[in-house]
DNA sequence: CTTCATGCAAATAATTTGCAGTAAG
DNA sequence: CTTACTGCAAATTATTTGCATGAAG
C-alpha cells in the first residue's frame, strides 16, 4: 500500500483525512471523475462534502502530487501522477488502461515540451471480441 | 477558402448562416473555445444564441465536421476535422500549433485504435526567449 | 410544402466562494 | 497555539431543454 501522508507532506501539503481519502479512490481505481470520488467516498464518509473534493483536486493537481486526463466528450479523470505513459481509451466499455510510452520518442524543434498527453481511442481486447 | 456549405452537406448538414459562420471563425483562428466563438461572433451577429452555438458544436462533432481538443486545466478548443496530426500547446502564452505526426508510429498490441490525441505542454519559441 | 434549425427563456448541472467551526503540525 | 482545511449554503458559471417562429432544401 502507498504511504499518501508521505506523498502529502512531500508535496507540501496538510495529510488530511479527505486528502488520503480521495488519494485511495484514485490509486483503486486507476482513473477517476471527481463525481465518481465523491459518490465512492460518500458511502462510508457521509458528511464529505462536494466542494471539499473539487478544492482538493486542484490542489493536489497545482502540487503535482495528481494528474487531470482530459477525455474527449467526456468529464475528466484523475490519476497519481507517475511516470509518463499513454492511456488507452475504449470508447465502447470507457476503461483506462496505461500503457508503456516507449515506441515513440517525441522530440519538436523550436518547442520545449515539459509534459506529454497521450491518448488513444479506441476498442480493448474484450470490446473487440464483441 | 473553403467550401463551408459543400462541407456541412457532405456530412449531411443542413448549410446554415450559424453553421458556416462557427466554422468560418473555428478555421480562422485554428483552434477555439465555444465562448470564443459567441463573443467573435455576436459583434456582427447580435442575435445569435450561445445555445445554437452549443447545440450546433455537438452537432457537427457527432457528424464528423469538427473535432474536440480537451486540454489539461482549460476548456475544450475545437477544430475542423482533418488528417492526424500532434497538438503543441504553449503553457505560456497559450497559443496552440499543429505538426505532423510523423516521427511517431504508435501501434498497440490487444487495442483497435480508431483515433490519437496527443498533445505536448511546453514553451513555444516565443515564449522561451522571455 | 416539410423538415429541421434558431433564439429565447427557463431548467439543470457543474464549479467556486465565503465563512464559522475544526483539525493538523 | 497557529495556520490551514472542512462542510455547508449560497453564488456563479456552464450546459441543456422546450417550444414558437423562421429558414433550408
Redesign the interface.
Known amino acids: 500500500m502507498v504511504d499518501y501522508i508521505s506523498l502529502l507532506k512531500q508535496n507540501n501539503l496538510k495529510a488530511t483525512i479527505q486528502r488520503t481519502n480521495i488519494l485511495k479512490s484514485i490509486n483503486r481505481t486507476g482513473h477517476i471523475t471527481i463525481d465518481e470520488i465523491y459518490e465512492e467516498l460518500k458511502i462510508d464518509y457521509p458528511t464529505l462534502s462536494l466542494a471539499t473534493i473539487y478544492k482538493n483536486i486542484l490542489l493536489m493537481?497545482q502540487h503535482g502530487v495528481i494528474?487531470?486526463i482530459?477525455?474527449?466528450?467526456e468529464k475528466?479523470k484523475y490519476e497519481i501522477k507517475k511516470d509518463e505513459h499513454?492511456h488507452?481509451i475504449c470508447?465502447s466499455c470507457g476503461n483506462i488502461?496505461d500503457?508503456e510510452l516507449s515506441?515513440?520518442?517525441?522530440?519538436?524543434e523550436?518547442?520545449?515540451?515539459?509534459?506529454?498527453?497521450?491518448?488513444?481511442?479506441?476498442?480493448?481486447?474484450n470490446c473487440?471480441s464483441k
Chains 1, 2 share one sequence.
Open positions: 493537481v494528474v487531470e482530459p477525455i474527449s466528450g475528466s499513454i488507452l470508447k488502461e500503457r515506441s515513440c520518442n517525441i522530440d519538436i523550436d518547442f520545449n515540451i515539459i509534459f506529454k498527453q497521450i491518448n488513444l481511442y479506441g476498442l480493448c481486447r473487440q
